[in-house]
């Protein structure tokens, strides 16, 4: 009793999981080591799956190619040695036996099961010689040999599990054993964090019936209500970061108000050399509203590639500068900011605006004239990379922060720019087309534009696939194309885990293709290694037509615009993600010739690969694209890299579960709408936990 005298008043998210009866030390730091420190941490350590004795078939009745799962007792289990040694584990469940083979893990699965245990696997169903088999089944034992079953229900939960969890004795049975003890000892006081009227007005159950439920339910619709209740608790709580975060905003310090739209800004507009697009125009004029407006801008400009939000950017640092304040453009990658730099300064030479350009690299003297150029305020546009934020970079007027490519940096990152001036106008811009399941998430603190069409005489780029062994028939192609006086990418990948072996391999395929494969015609070669003067010098020789064909890594996936290109060779395409794919195919058809994208796929080619090459055949539409990357890579890889605050969801899915999304949102804006302190007494177990759970991960939230 002692045990949990002195947690009688402490809440569960500090009472040490050590306190649950049967947690010695071995489990108790088997546990701490996958991050389950408290009682409330081992409640919410969620079953993976759920075995539903519903669905249990009987071995007699088992279909050969059929997927299924049984239920039965070990009546053998031993290495069958030879050519290929294997682990054979024989089941019965009275009706028949079936064998289970694994050709992996011979040191440990001998020890996982004993003569008599009670195990469920689920897998293939095959047959050999006179006996049902599985390959490689998915297996969880559920009682001990000289036990009782911990677990009669029709609904069994099963939990995330390893060898290490193993030894401390905490697969799913120890599992369930645990949590059965955790819940009668401190189920009753699990404390409700929602108010009653939203539970009733989203039919949510308790939270301390979703609790027990998740873990033992007591019907299959106790655990729908269960598992809905815990979603939208984790929806709620990162809408209601969002909602807070925007409150931050809107009441925060006045913006600036930039109300002029002087004669630089009209003529620059009428010396383009296009049209801009009804969408390029629309999206400007919420940009100027906000501008003018006293509250800081906080957009997010969505375009597919190709869609011309540079330009819109441009105008809207134009408009800064007019208002005598500066500009900066912040780009992830070097050729990236010196791309934006020479077509920024090509579009405003005439119009007395100084450009300068502060990247990694520069000489000491280059760099210390620039920065005395941004701090006495005679720089108006600063275009860079992460140089921008560094300390030491000081600007005398900052009204107008632009970031390119948002997904590449963090929220940090972001508030660091803005800092480096009196509450500047923030423009971020993506050219990776946000799901809007997402835009609800990651950007739900943002209002959002976006360009939803090409410029006018824009064809259409022909995407197909091709394997292999049709490099000869593409090289022609693309020698075809070089004559009539096009220009052409061909772009081998390049991963972290395979660099040295990837560069090597794009950089033989150069040599090759200069020397035989396209020679007498002008190639070109690029990659990430090269000194920042080199990769200038080679891509200004590729926009002046003097290369005709280069040969690339993915370096040049974002910004490169050259409108002569009109055909994206790209080699061992099953390798690429969807979102680099689209972006490297928007690299061709920017002219107003018809362009080609070529995927070249080497086997074997997984099933998901070929879903994103049959993607890219089928659509251009870069946000049916993200959708399709959405569903394949999951929300918390879409962006290769996890945005910096954005908490990770341990039961809800921004794909599947976007309707809930949709009523959390609306909960938790309306919400910090009516009480945007959570000051209220009936607010405080919410204001409690988002404090608790979330001040320290998104420290740009403030709840004063």
Same mark, same amino acid.
């Given at each position: 009793?002692?045990?949990?005298?002195?947690?009688?008043?402490?809440? /569960?998210?500090?009472?040490?999981?050590?306190?649950?009866?049967?947690?010695?030390?071995?489990?108790?730091?088997?546990?701490?080591?996958?991050?389950?420190?408290?009682?409330?941490?081992?409640?919410?350590?969620?079953?993976? &799956?759920?075995?539903?004795?519903?669905?249990?078939?009987?071995?007699?009745?088992?279909? !050969?190619?059929?997927?299924?799962?049984?239920?039965?007792?070990?009546?053998?289990?031993?290495?069958?040695?030879?050519?290929?040694?294997?682990?054979?584990?024989?089941?019965?469940?009275?009706?028949?036996? *079936?064998?289970?083979?694994?050709?992996?893990?011979?040191?440990?699965?001998?020890?996982?099961?004993?003569?008599?245990?009670?195990?469920?696997?689920?897998?293939?169903?095959?047959?050999?010689?006179?006996?049902?088999?599985?390959?490689?089944?998915?297996?969880?034992?559920?009682?001990?040999?000289?036990?009782?079953?911990?677990?009669?229900?029709?609904?069994?939960?099963?939990?995330?599990?390893?060898?290490?969890?193993?030894?401390?004795?905490?697969?799913?049975?120890?599992?369930?054993?645990?949590?059965?003890?955790?819940?009668?000892?401190?189920?009753?006081?699990?404390?409700?964090?929602?108010?009653?009227?939203?539970?009733?007005?989203?039919?949510?159950?308790?939270? &301390?019936? $979703?609790? %027990?439920?998740?873990?033992?339910?007591?019907?299959?619709?106790?655990?729908?209500?269960?598992?809905?209740?815990?979603?939208?608790?984790?929806?709620?709580?990162?809408?209601?970061?969002?909602?807070?975060? &925007?409150?931050?905003?809107?009441?925060?310090?006045?913006?600036? !108000?930039?109300?002029?739209?002087?004669?630089?800004?009209?003529?620059?507009?009428?010396?383009?050399?296009?049209? *801009?697009?009804?969408?390029? #125009?629309?999206?400007?004029?919420?940009?100027?509203?906000?501008?003018?407006?006293?509250?800081?801008?906080?957009?997010?400009?969505?375009?597919? +590639?190709?869609?011309?939000?540079?330009?819109?950017? /441009?105008?809207?640092?134009?408009?800064?500068?007019?208002?005598?304040?500066?500009?900066?453009?912040?780009?992830?990658?070097?050729?990236?900011?010196?791309?934006?730099?020479?077509?920024? #300064?090509?579009? /405003?030479?005439?119009?007395?605006?100084?450009?300068?350009?502060?990247?990694?690299?520069?000489?000491?003297?280059?760099?210390?004239?620039?920065?005395?150029?941004?701090?006495?305020?005679?720089?108006?546009?600063?275009?860079?990379?992460?140089?921008?934020?560094?300390?030491?970079?000081?600007?005398?007027?900052?009204?107008?922060?632009?970031?390119?490519?948002?997904?590449?940096?963090? !929220?940090?990152?972001?508030?660091?720019?803005?800092?480096?001036?009196?509450?500047?106008?923030?423009?971020?811009?993506?050219?990776?087309?946000?799901?809007?399941?997402?835009?609800?998430?990651?950007?739900?603190?943002?209002?959002?534009?976006?360009?939803?069409?090409?410029?006018?005489?824009?064809?259409?780029?022909?995407?197909?696939?091709?394997?292999?062994?049709?490099?000869?028939?593409?090289?022609?192609?693309?020698?075809?194309?070089?004559?009539?006086?096009? %220009?052409?990418?061909?772009?081998?990948?390049?991963?972290?885990?395979?660099?040295?072996?990837?560069?090597?391999? $794009?950089?033989?395929?150069?040599?090759?293709?200069?020397?035989?494969?396209?020679?007498?015609?002008?190639?070109?070669? *690029?990659?990430?290694?090269?000194?920042?003067?080199?990769?200038?010098? +080679?891509?200004?020789?590729?926009?002046?037509?003097? +290369?005709?064909?280069? !040969?690339?890594?993915?370096?040049?996936?974002?910004?490169?615009?050259?409108?002569? $290109?009109?055909?994206?060779?790209?080699?061992?395409?099953?390798?690429?993600?969807?979102?680099?794919?689209?972006?490297?195919?928007?690299?061709?058809?920017?002219?107003?010739?018809?362009?080609?994208?070529?995927?070249?796929?080497?086997?074997?080619?997984?099933?998901?690969?070929?879903?994103?090459?049959?993607?890219?055949?089928?659509?251009?539409?870069?946000?049916?694209?993200?959708?399709?990357?959405?569903?394949?890579?999951?929300?918390?890889?879409?962006?290769?890299?996890?945005?910096?605050?954005?908490?990770?969801?341990?039961?809800?899915?921004?794909?599947?579960?976007?309707?809930?999304?949709?009523?959390?949102?609306?909960?938790?804006?309306?919400?910090?709408?009516?009480?945007?302190?959570?000051? $209220?007494?009936?607010? %405080?177990?919410?204001?409690?936990?988002?404090?608790?759970?979330?001040?320290?991960?998104?420290?740009?939230?403030?709840?004063?």
């Amino acid at each position: 009793m002692q045990k949990r005298s002195n947690t009688q008043q402490r809440p /569960l998210s500090e009472i040490p999981v050590a306190a649950v009866p049967g947690v010695g030390t071995t489990k108790a730091k088997a546990l701490r080591k996958i991050g389950v420190e408290t009682v409330e941490d081992l409640l919410y350590y969620f079953p993976r &799956r759920y075995l539903d004795r519903s669905d249990i078939r009987a071995i007699k009745d088992l279909e !050969v190619g059929t997927d299924a799962t049984v239920v039965g007792r070990v009546v053998s289990a031993q290495i069958q040695r030879g050519r290929r040694s294997r682990f054979v584990l024989t089941l019965s469940d009275g009706t028949g036996f *079936l064998q289970c083979v694994w050709f992996h893990g011979l040191q440990f699965l001998p020890k996982a099961f004993n003569k008599g245990d009670q195990v469920a696997v689920s897998g293939r169903v095959g047959m050999f010689g006179h006996f049902f088999q599985m390959t490689h089944p998915e297996f969880d034992r559920l009682s001990a040999a000289n036990g009782t079953p911990v677990h009669t229900s029709k609904i069994i939960p099963l939990y995330p599990s390893s060898q290490a969890l193993d030894r401390a004795q905490l697969d799913s049975r120890g599992f369930r054993r645990t949590l059965h003890a955790c819940l009668t000892t401190f189920g009753a006081r699990i404390v409700e964090t929602l108010p009653d009227e939203i539970r009733k007005r989203q039919k949510l159950t308790t939270l &301390r019936y $979703a609790l %027990q439920n998740v873990h033992f339910p007591e019907s299959a619709e106790a655990l729908r209500h269960a598992r809905r209740r815990l979603k939208f608790d984790e929806l709620f709580y990162l809408e209601l970061l969002l909602a807070l975060r &925007r409150k931050v905003l809107e009441r925060g310090q006045k913006g600036l !108000v930039l109300r002029q739209v002087g004669e630089k800004t009209r003529e620059l507009v009428s010396r383009l050399p296009f049209e *801009l697009t009804p969408a390029q #125009r629309r999206v400007l004029r919420e940009i100027y509203a906000d501008m003018r407006s006293d509250r800081p801008m906080h957009r997010l400009l969505q375009g597919d +590639v190709g869609s011309g939000k540079t330009v819109v950017a /441009l105008v809207a640092m134009l408009m800064a500068v007019e208002n005598g304040y500066q500009a900066a453009i912040m780009a992830p990658t070097e050729i990236l900011a010196e791309q934006h730099f020479l077509n920024i #300064r090509s579009f /405003l030479q005439e119009l007395d605006v100084r450009v300068r350009l502060l990247i990694g690299g520069q000489s000491a003297a280059e760099r210390r004239e620039i920065l005395e150029e941004v701090a006495s305020g005679e720089a108006d546009i600063v275009v860079g990379t992460h140089a921008l934020i560094q300390e030491g970079v000081t600007f005398a007027k900052l009204g107008l922060v632009v970031i390119d490519e948002q997904h590449r940096f963090g !929220v940090v990152q972001r508030r660091l720019l803005q800092e480096k001036g009196p509450n500047p106008d923030v423009l971020v811009m993506t050219a990776t087309p946000i799901p809007r399941t997402l835009s609800l998430t990651l950007y739900g603190d943002l209002d959002v534009s976006v360009i939803d069409e090409l410029p006018a005489g824009r064809k259409k780029v022909r995407t197909v696939w091709r394997p292999a062994e049709k490099r000869g028939a593409i090289y022609n192609f693309v020698r075809d194309e070089v004559r009539k006086g096009r %220009q052409a990418y061909i772009v081998f990948p390049l991963v972290e885990e395979s660099e040295k072996s990837d560069l090597k391999a $794009a950089t033989e395929s150069y040599e090759r293709m200069k020397e035989s494969v396209f020679r007498g015609l002008r190639v070109g070669l *690029l990659h990430g290694r090269m000194p920042n003067a080199e990769k200038e010098a +080679v891509m200004r020789a590729f926009k002046s037509g003097e +290369v005709q064909i280069l !040969v690339s890594t993915t370096v040049i996936e974002v910004g490169v615009d050259v409108p002569n $290109a009109t055909v994206m060779v790209i080699e061992h395409a099953e390798r690429f993600g969807l979102t680099q794919l689209h972006q490297l195919r928007g690299r061709v058809g920017r002219g107003g010739e018809q362009s080609y994208c070529i995927l070249v796929a080497y086997e074997p080619i997984s099933d998901e690969a070929k879903q994103r090459l049959e993607t890219m055949v089928k659509t251009s539409d870069g946000f049916k694209i993200a959708e399709v990357d959405l569903r394949l890579r999951g929300p918390g890889e879409f962006f290769g890299t996890r945005q910096h605050g954005f908490p990770a969801l341990r039961i809800a899915d921004v794909v599947h579960d976007y309707g809930l999304l949709v009523k959390a949102r609306e909960e938790a804006f309306r919400l910090i709408e009516q009480d945007p302190h959570l000051t $209220a007494p009936e607010h %405080q177990r919410i204001r409690d936990h988002f404090l608790r759970h979330y001040r320290e991960r998104l420290d740009f939230v403030k709840v004063a």
